[in-house]
């Protein structure tokens, strides 16, 4: 089923990219950046094989990627910033979020929001949705897009080299889909970790009150 829906979003994304060059890839990228699951590691190594075919210039599909993240980001940011934490303030008890974790969140993006931004944007999984929260608190928006923008040019440059270095194989080099599932297992063993642990400490602390 999985290989099916990837299969149907490869063959979006090549036509989008073959008909409209840097610019599909902007718009694809932003597509990925506004919470919507659609695969960069399919993006970014297509771009690279039009790279190796001598039809666009890695340096600039790079950018065009970059630029893209940038532009869903405002989405994705806008949407935490509007609705996100009226949301959260009605809704969080039953996920055991109240206003303490919120307004925690809101200081860790005053004082770390930059690099928290700059990293999740270098990790997958992560960097499709790290927008949403940081709107939700309210993190300034030139520091926002600067480290948006910082984070996702190396990830979309070494995405789109891989697809020039890979050539005719970029989607079909079984090492390359074997580490992007070991990479996306980590992550999601960490946050689900991480998950529980803040289960745990909100259980653990409701109990001594």
Do not use: Q
Not at 116 to 140: Q, T, Y
Not at 148 to 175: H, Q, V
Not at 201 to 208: D, L, N, Q
Request: charged content about 15%; some cysteine.
């Amino acid at each position: 089923m999985i290989e099916k829906i990837l299969g149907f979003l490869a063959t979006i994304i090549i036509a989008v990219i073959s008909s409209g060059g840097y610019l599909g890839i902007a718009l694809l990228m932003a597509i990925e950046s506004a919470c919507i699951p659609l695969p960069s590691e399919i993006i970014m190594p297509f771009a690279g094989y039009l790279v190796w075919k001598g039809e666009l210039n890695l340096l600039l599909v790079a950018t065009a990627g970059a630029i893209g993240c940038n532009l869903g980001s405002i989405v994705a940011y806008e949407i935490g910033k509007r609705g996100g934490r009226p949301l959260a303030e009605r809704w969080g008890r039953y996920v055991l979020v109240g206003p303490g974790e919120l307004d925690t969140a809101d200081r860790f993006f005053a004082r770390f929001g930059g690099p928290a931004v700059l990293i999740a944007r270098l990790l997958p999984l992560i960097r499709s949705f790290i927008a949403f929260p940081a709107g939700v608190a309210r993190m300034p928006l030139v520091p926002f897009h600067l480290y948006t923008f910082i984070g996702s040019w190396p990830w979309c440059f070494a995405l789109a080299w891989l697809g020039a270095t890979l050539g005719e194989k970029w989607d079909s080099d079984p090492r390359v889909k074997a580490a992007f599932h070991s990479a996306d297992v980590v992550i999601a063993g960490v946050l689900l970790a991480a998950v529980a642990f803040f289960v745990w400490h909100r259980v653990r602390g409701m109990k001594k009150h």
